[in-house]
């Protein structure tokens, strides 16, 4: 597993994401949706970018669409919501 820290290591997680998990029929990929932290999203931008200057679409990694997912907002929402219909107190970590 490559390490998302540094700049290889996420510019490899991004092709292999890309590589295996983006259709390519007819050569033009489709848009596939990458769900992730805000460091996630991040890097996955990063890494399109290095590739930008890449000849086919696929090693441009058009495919990936990186979208951020804020896992804490979920878990304070679903706090809200039970606080509200059960009056159960749970504590988000």
Not at 79 to 87: A, E, M, N, W
Request: some cysteine; overall charge positive; charged content about 25%.
């Amino acid at each position: 597993m490559e390490n998302m820290n540094t700049g290889p290591g996420s510019y490899k997680v991004a092709k292999t994401l890309a590589d295996k998990y983006v259709p390519t029929p007819a050569g033009e990929p489709y848009k596939t949706i990458v769900f992730g932290d805000q460091g996630t999203v991040e890097r996955l931008i990063q890494a399109r970018r290095v590739a930008g200057d890449e000849q086919s679409k696929q090693n441009r990694m058009i495919g990936i669409e990186p979208a951020g997912q804020d896992f804490h907002k979920r878990g304070i929402y679903n706090q809200v919501v039970s606080d509200k219909q059960f009056h159960i107190i749970f504590v988000c970590t």
